[in-house]
């Protein structure tokens, strides 16, 4: 999976990069899985908004976003902590990504588990910067059988109705 080679680019020695919370960065945090392009900053006036790869992570149950505009070594905008309590491995399972309205650059995005009956929202600041949405944690084990394997998620093109698998 190339993104988990981001930093290294096929190199024996990684080139630290360095995120916006001042952290040398050597690489993307275990097993990105999820990705999804943000399309809301397409078009924006100011020429200087940087296009973004939001990238879910399935161990660590974390959010990357990265500049995919710039060189490899300063690309990581944000990581996020974890949104989801570990599972008996350790495991968080962040897994799908969804943004509710892709023309808005102050959306809500979801972000589906894998081993958690849940749906976690956040939004990215102008700044790369994740932030979650207070009070915007969704329950599935009462709609699903189980809930703790959403495996997709879609909004369609109104934001107003979302489609998503449970396996």
Same mark, same amino acid.
């Given at each position: 999976?190339?993104?988990?080679?981001?930093y290294?680019?096929?190199?024996p020695?990684?080139?630290? /990069?360095?995120?916006?919370?001042?952290? /040398?960065?050597?690489?993307?945090?275990?097993?990105?899985?999820?990705?999804?392009?943000?399309t809301?900053?397409?078009?924006?006036?100011?020429?200087?908004?940087?296009?973004?790869?939001?990238?879910?992570?399935?161990?660590?149950?974390?959010?990357?976003?990265?500049?995919?505009?710039?060189?490899?070594?300063?690309?990581?905008?944000?990581?996020?902590?974890?949104? +989801?309590?570990?599972?008996?491995? /350790?495991?968080?399972?962040?897994?799908?990504?969804?943004?509710?309205?892709?023309?808005?650059?102050?959306?809500?995005?979801?972000?589906?588990?894998?081993?958690?009956?849940?749906?976690?929202? +956040?939004?990215?600041?102008?700044?790369?910067v994740?932030?979650?949405?207070?009070?915007?944690?969704?329950?599935?084990?009462t709609?699903?059988?189980?809930?703790t394997?959403?495996?997709? +998620?879609?909004?369609?093109?109104?934001?107003?109705?979302?489609?998503?698998?449970?396996?």
């Open positions: 999976f190339l993104v988990q080679d981001y290294c680019q096929g190199e020695a990684c080139t630290p /990069g360095v995120n916006n919370n001042g952290d /040398g960065k050597t690489q993307l945090p275990t097993e990105p899985f999820g990705m999804a392009i943000d809301s900053r397409v078009g924006l006036a100011d020429a200087m908004a940087p296009r973004r790869l939001v990238v879910s992570h399935l161990a660590t149950g974390q959010v990357s976003v990265i500049d995919i505009d710039v060189p490899p070594p300063v690309a990581l905008l944000s990581e996020s902590t974890a949104f +989801f309590p570990p599972d008996a491995t /350790g495991r968080h399972g962040a897994f799908a990504l969804a943004q509710r309205d892709p023309t808005d650059p102050q959306s809500l995005w979801y972000l589906t588990s894998n081993v958690n009956p849940l749906i976690d929202t +956040f939004r990215i600041a102008d700044a790369g994740i932030t979650v949405a207070q009070d915007s944690q969704f329950v599935l084990s709609t699903f059988a189980q809930g394997d959403v495996r997709d +998620f879609v909004f369609d093109n109104g934001g107003q109705r979302a489609f998503v698998t449970e396996n």
